[in-house]
């Protein structure tokens, strides 16, 4: 089964601090996705990436930035994280060719304070 | 953009069969519906998915009619532990929608004893 790991169940952080969220897959998987979800919202795409070093801008990319140096890993970065940015963030992969099963991983709550 | 439209939420009995129905009018040639399931705290997870007519797994089964512009998730005889929010997606096969898929509020099944 496909495994897709997310690096912290839960994070607190101040506002201000640079943030990062990893996210690894192990099934050699070429898109991977982050999402945040937020109560009575569903799950907005932040960033995605088709391959290494790609990246795409999800509906939500303000104040968000992706870094995809190997095919297994994908990191969100908050460069200076803000209360609005406390949510539920989670990550997924997906091979290419398109839309087949999204691998999703449990997610990071986050909590800016 | 292939959005979808689903209930807010639903309620039932165990041991009911439960149909959630997922509007999609703007649905394109190439694009597939596929079914995801989320428990609180854990990020969704692939029931089913389908191009027309039906489509049947251990889980659950899928019906689409002929034009395509819907597709209802049938979950036979459901228990307390079928209790979660249900979302309903549309994609194509070529990768070509992965920055666009759009997971929307879900629909959230109660199962009631």
């Known amino acids: 089964d496909v495994k897709v790991t997310q690096s912290s169940r839960y994070l607190v952080k101040r506002t201000g601090e640079k943030v990062f969220l990893e996210c690894v897959q192990d099934?050699?998987?070429?898109?991977m996705f982050w999402y945040r979800q937020d109560p009575g919202l569903g799950l907005r795409l932040i960033y995605f990436?088709?391959?290494?070093?790609?990246?795409e801008k999800g509906d939500i990319p303000e104040g968000y930035s992706v870094s995809r140096e190997k095919k297994e890993r994908f990191s969100l970065i908050l460069e200076s994280a803000s209360t609005n940015q406390t949510s539920m963030y989670l990550c997924?992969?997906?091979?290419?060719?398109?839309?087949?099963?999204?691998?999703f991983g449990s997610g990071t709550q986050l909590s800016v304070l | 953009l292939a959005k979808t439209t689903q209930p807010v939420s639903m309620d039932s009995y165990e041991g009911q069969e439960v149909n959630i129905t997922c509007s999609h009018n703007?649905?394109?040639?190439?694009?597939?519906i596929t079914w995801y399931q989320q428990f609180p705290s854990q990020g969704p997870r692939f029931i089913i998915q389908?191009?027309?007519t039906k489509v049947t797994n251990e889980v659950a089964s899928l019906f689409i009619p002929a034009d395509r512009k819907s597709s209802t998730l049938s979950l036979p005889r459901v228990s307390l532990s079928d209790t979660a929010v249900y979302y309903c997606?549309?994609?194509?096969?070529?990768?070509?929608?992965?920055?666009?898929?759009?997971f929307g509020r879900g629909t959230q099944l109660t199962v009631w004893p």
């Open positions: 997924a992969s997906t091979p290419a060719g398109g839309v087949e099963k999204l691998f």
């Open positions: 099934m050699d998987h070429e898109n």
């Open positions: 990436s088709y391959d290494v070093k790609m990246k």
């Open positions: 703007n649905i394109a040639t190439n694009d597939y």
């Open positions: 389908g191009y027309k």
């Open positions: 997606l549309v994609g194509d096969d070529r990768g070509s929608t992965l920055g666009r898929l759009y």
